[in-house]
């Protein structure tokens, strides 16, 4: 079974901290994904990762940046959070581009 | 904005009724998937339609691939309480997937 963890599943932050969020796959995907889901919004697409090293936008960028040293691992980071990036964040990895598996998802809440 | 529209939107049933929702684009896909997401966790994969007209089960559930390829259909046999959650039709977008704004199913006991 492909297994997706992501490091919390609840987070409180404040306004203008630096946060990062952990997403890490143990079945050797090349293909990593992070989005976000709001109500009445469905997914959206905040970056994704083909290789190590290499990242792509996704539909709604701004305010974020990702890191990926590592095969297993992608981090996403908010580099100063604010309260419209309050939200339910889920990491996605794939062998096959489009078969994507999902982890269990990250509540960050922004005060 | 979403390029995939699910109905219904929801739907409360009767444990024990089958259940049917589709998804409709309009542009061509080559790809369809179906996921499930349960309260509080992430969506799950569920069924992946490759071919236009495939018609694909996992256990009671059946998935369709609409001969237009601008639709698909996802039916559930004899639902049982832990059937609840949104269901999400996905399709690729250039190198990225697109997703339904989810049909919430709701199975009274």
């Known amino acids: 079974d492909v297994k997706v963890t992501q490091s919390s599943r609840y987070l409180v932050k404040r306004t203008g901290e630096k946060v990062f969020l952990e997403c890490v796959q143990d079945m050797d995907h090349e293909n990593m994904f992070w989005y976000r889901q709001d109500p009445g919004l469905g997914l959206r697409l905040i970056y994704f990762?083909?290789?190590?090293?290499?990242?792509e936008k996704g539909d709604i960028p701004e305010g974020y940046s990702v890191s990926r040293e590592k095969k297993e691992r992608f981090s996403l980071i908010l580099e100063s959070a604010s309260t419209n990036q309050t939200s339910m964040y889920l990491c996605a990895s794939s062998l096959v581009p489009y078969e994507q598996y999902f982890g269990p998802g990250t509540r960050l809440t922004v005060t | 904005g979403q390029q995939l529209n699910q109905s219904p939107q929801s739907m409360f049933i009767q444990e024990g009724e089958d259940v049917s929702m589709n998804c409709t684009s309009s542009?061509?896909?080559?790809?369809w998937l179906w996921y499930k997401q349960e309260p509080g966790e992430g969506p799950v994969l569920l069924i992946a339609l490759y071919k236009a007209g495939e018609l694909t089960s996992n256990g009671r559930l059946t998935a369709q691939f609409g001969i237009t390829r601008k639709d698909s259909f996802l039916n559930i046999s004899a639902s049982i309480p832990s059937d609840v959650g949104i269901y999400f039709c996905a399709g690729p977008l250039g190198n990225m997937l697109t997703f339904g704004g989810g049909t919430r199913l709701m199975v009274k006991p």
């Open positions: 990762s083909y290789d190590v090293k290499m990242k």
């Open positions: 542009s061509i896909f080559n790809t």
